[in-house]
């Protein structure tokens, strides 16, 4: 089995910045794509940044400019710069990763607070 663990999140005022972290651990396999989804109270869970095994990256369009995802293949680590905060990123953050078979990895989450 895969196991995912996040980290860094917390409290940040409006226009900050935070990186988040996932480190992924187990019996991986073939990764298809490693990613960051997040899921604001009494929201549906929604993706933030994706990034396949090929370095192609899809980004929600409420993020664009002020996200950038990245990955580390050695360590199967994905990171998440997240700048220009709004109050409005305030959300649950659930590391996400996709094999080549079977179904999606979920880490237990990490929560980001903005502060207006």
């Known amino acids: 089995q895969v196991q995912l663990v996040e980290s860094g999140g917390g409290l940040v005022q409006a226009g900050g910045s935070l990186r988040l972290s996932c480190a992924a651990s187990?019996?991986?396999?073939?990764?298809?794509?490693m990613g960051w989804y997040r899921q604001a109270a009494g929201n549906e869970r929604e993706l933030v940044a994706v990034?396949?095994?090929?370095?192609?990256?899809n980004y929600a369009d409420s993020v664009k400019g002020r996200f950038t995802i990245s990955r580390d293949n050695a360590k199967i680590a994905v990171y998440l710069e997240m700048n220009s905060l709004k109050p409005e990123d305030t959300a649950v953050y659930y590391c996400y990763l996709q094999r080549t078979w079977g179904v999606p990895t979920w880490g237990l989450g990490t929560q980001v607070n903005v502060s207006s």
């Open positions: 990034i396949s095994s090929n370095g192609f990256v």
């Open positions: 187990g019996s991986i396999g073939s990764i298809a794509a």
